[in-house]
């Protein structure tokens, strides 16, 4: 079992920044991939960024440059620095971990940017 707890969703505007961060209640070290995933209303949940346990990152075209995936082992949490901010951003962010074959999330943090 795995309890993740995001934090650091806010109103800001575009061009701004935001730092998003990730925590497990289980050693991040042992988890496969931990993620950034966000959905936009009326929208399916994307991927936005993930981190392998090695890692390696990945990002979706439409962030990349401007976002960037981290983790702190010690800290059991995971980030997601997110810069120059667009409207299009506008979403709930969530965070995911697999462990194995299962995968957990967190509850989510708003972030909407203002136009």
């Known amino acids: 079992q795995v309890q993740l707890v995001e934090a650091g969703g806010d109103l800001v505007q575009a061009g701004g920044s935001l730092r998003l961060s990730c925590a497990s209640s289980r050693s991040i070290s042992s988890l496969n991939v931990m993620g950034w995933y966000r959905q936009a209303p009326g929208k399916q949940r994307e991927l936005v960024a993930s981190?392998?346990?090695?890692?390696?990152?990945d990002y979706a075209d439409s962030v990349k440059g401007r976002f960037t995936i981290s983790r702190d082992n010690a800290k059991n949490t995971v980030y997601l620095q997110m810069n120059t901010l667009k409207p299009e951003d506008t979403a709930v962010y969530y965070c995911?971990?697999?462990?194995?074959?299962?995968?957990?999330w967190g509850q989510g943090t708003q972030v909407t940017v203002s136009s």
């Open positions: 995911q971990a697999r462990l194995q074959i299962l995968n957990y």
């Open positions: 981190i392998t346990k090695g890692g390696t990152t």
